[in-house]
């Protein structure tokens, strides 16, 4: 976890540091904070953990698996959205995935400050915390009830779809090379990997 290690820099030029707050911020300081800055943050019981910023090639891939996503859900009346947009996986906790979907666009959980659960999430592994994507979220997201959870690796050219069984997740597949890798909860979705890593980013 990277806790919060920043100023803030007032309309009247004067910088505070917002360190002194961690392990107190409270939901409400932590929304009106992320409604006015362009910094990734999210949000844990009390404290503010600074995401690193997308690079070109994450972007790219974000990208590529949005519109594919968001052609194939458009379909049966689904909607998608890409980071920033806060999804509250319990009270206590933030997270702004990658990806976050819904099957039904209509569904209650589909609010405009922050969704408050998600039928699929894809992440896309940062280098400088891997296991934040890879080990912690996969409890948070299965604890939330979140049927599918995409991870997708460019430091292996992986892409992992866990599903989930009761209160924990199973794998579905580790897809990679020129395997295609598919949705359990989406039939018919599916990606090629070397498409994902290598057509994407071009």
């Known amino acids: 976890m990277t806790t919060l290690h920043m100023t803030w820099d007032r309309p009247d030029g004067v910088a505070l540091s917002l360190d002194p707050l961690q392990g107190h911020w409270t939901e409400e300081q932590y929304l009106l904070l992320t409604d006015q800055t362009t910094q990734l943050l999210e949000y844990s019981d009390g404290v503010i953990e600074v995401l690193a910023m997308p690079t070109r090639n994450h972007q790219a ?79 948070e997201y299965a604890a939330a009830h979140i049927p599918e959870y995409w991870i997708v690796n460019p430091l292996t050219e992986t892409i992992t779809v866990l599903v989930l069984d009761g209160t924990s997740y199973r794998e579905h597949g580790i897809f990679q090379g020129n395997e295609w890798a598919t949705s359990l909860l989406l039939e018919g979705f599916k990606v090629q990997v070397d498409a994902v890593f290598h057509q994407a980013v071009v």
């Open 61 to 139: 891939l974000s990208r590529f698996l949005f519109l594919a996503l968001f052609a194939f859900v458009q379909q049966f009346g689904g909607t998608v959205f890409y980071a920033p947009l806060r999804l509250q996986v319990r009270p206590g906790k933030f997270r702004e995935p990658d990806l976050l979907l819904l099957c039904d666009a209509q569904d209650p959980r589909n609010q405009d400050r922050y969704w408050l659960g998600a039928d699929l999430v894809v992440e896309i592994v940062s280098p400088d915390d891997p296991e934040r994507d890879t080990e912690i979220k996969v409890g």
